[in-house]
């Protein structure tokens, strides 16, 4: 109801929408086709199930695994910061619909006592919940990404001696 019958004071703030709309349809788009790439007869699918043959040599079959866990490393990181990113945006826009300030980057929109018909109270209640979910959720994913960046760096980095004495 708001991406379709919001009226943003703002051009920008509709553009942000509009572009935003677009980027979520394309990221899942993105994340269908990660997922028909992992079935046995995607590219990666297929990477993974030759790294399983027995009759190639180890360090054939760990070359390839690896290349795997690279590929579907490299994609899934950058789907999901992607992810994170339009969830902020969404939540940025929302927290303007709904408590805008003058000057602010996004503004509320000129007819919010109007979408959600007589249930208009019901629908705000509604944008403010999906808004927490929105930023608790964009909060959530960003903490364990940098939580998972912080124990791949610690098994990157060398081990460290104390000296004794």
């Given at each position: 109801v708001l991406y379709k019958e919001g009226e943003f004071y703002k051009s920008e703030n509709r553009s942000d929408l509009d572009r935003l709309?677009?980027?979520?349809?394309?990221?899942?788009?993105?994340l269908a086709n990660l997922e028909v790439r992992l079935r046995p007869t995607g590219d990666l699918g297929m990477t993974w199930k030759q790294s399983q043959d027995e009759s190639i040599p180890a360090e054939a079959a760990t070359e390839r695994r690896e290349s795997f866990v690279m590929v579907l490393d490299n994609d899934a990181n950058a789907l999901v910061h992607r992810f994170v990113e339009?969830?902020?945006t969404l939540g940025d826009i929302l927290q303007g619909v709904l408590y805008g300030t003058l000057g602010g980057r996004y503004d509320t929109i000129g007819n919010l006592a109007e979408l959600g018909g007589s249930r208009s109270d019901a629908y705000v209640r509604k944008l403010e919940e999906v808004h927490v979910k929105i930023k608790a959720a964009a909060s959530a994913v960003a903490d364990l990404i940098n939580l998972e960046t912080m124990a791949a760096q610690s098994r990157e980095a060398p081990p460290t001696f104390e000296r004794a004495g």
């Open positions: 709309h677009h980027d979520l349809e394309r990221l899942l788009t993105e339009a969830f902020r």
